[in-house]
């Protein structure tokens, strides 16, 4: 199993472009998330979906946007990218509640908007 | 309202010796804790997790306490490896068994730089 994968590693944006983030697990998770990390903080959420087909928004979710049409992905939309958006971001999964509540992650996505 | 605190930054302890990484919360309604490790360039792994009804849960040399009273949560690493080394990460949830989650269910401290010395 390869667990929780994310595209690209790093990516440099100028203000105003937009990008995608792609995350994919075969762990067959129906509970995805996206987080952001900025340096000193801890993991704020910005999306989640508890199936295909279902998002609901996280803490910070302005100036984001989020699809799940498999169970497989779950790609983040970065649109108009601002200097704000510069963090590091992380896709996790999960079992379903009452199968274990530790997420696993993705090895993360640098994004730097300049 | 940070909800879930980490007030150390950093921890620094010689091989051999004890880690205590602390972890305070306010919400008493949180049901579930873990911890997390993550190296640099890579995401958080899994490391234990304890119920809000138990208050030791132990695996290998890590052992997590609950101190429920006072909202307290420590990660003892006993032992301490060199490997060790890393940003160690606690979260609370909330109601993890409902069938749903939200942002307000799913909360990260701050982080803790260990460095554990030769």
């Known amino acids: 199993n390869a667990g929780v994968t994310q595209t690209p590693k790093f990516r440099i944006l100028k203000i105003g472009q937009s990008m995608t983030l792609q995350c994919t697990q075969d762990?067959?998770?129906?509970?995805m998330y996206w987080y952001r990390q900025d340096p000193g903080m801890g993991l704020k959420l910005i999306y989640y979906?508890?199936?295909?087909?279902?998002?609901d928004k996280g803490e910070v979710p302005n100036g984001y946007n989020v699809s799940r049409s498999t169970t497989e992905d779950f790609p983040l939309r970065l649109e108009l990218a601002a200097p704000s958006q510069t963090s590091v971001y992380f896709c996790a999964s999960s079992h379903s509640p009452g199968q274990g509540p530790e997420q696993y992650f993705g090895p993360g996505t640098r994004l730097t908007v300049t | 309202d940070q909800q879930v605190k980490q007030n150390s930054p950093s921890l620094s302890v010689q091989e051999g010796r004890i880690s205590i990484l602390n972890c305070d919360y306010t919400?008493?309604?949180?049901?579930?804790f873990l911890w997390y490790k993550k190296y640099p360039a890579e995401g958080p792994t899994f490391l234990i997790s304890i119920s809000s009804i138990k208050d030791k849960n132990e695996d290998g040399r890590f052992t997590v306490f609950l101190n429920k009273s006072a909202k307290h949560l420590s990660l003892h690493i006993v032992p301490s490896q060199p490997g060790d080394s890393a940003v160690y990460f606690c979260?609370?949830?909330?109601?993890?068994?409902?069938?749903?989650?939200?942002?307000?269910?799913?909360?990260f401290g701050q982080g803790t730089i260990l460095t554990v010395h030769p």
């Open positions: 979260e609370a949830i909330l109601d993890h068994n409902a069938g749903g989650t939200s942002y307000g269910k799913l909360t």
């Open positions: 979906s508890v199936g295909a087909g279902i998002t």
């Open positions: 919400n008493s309604m949180f049901d579930y």
């Open positions: 762990m067959n998770h129906n509970y």
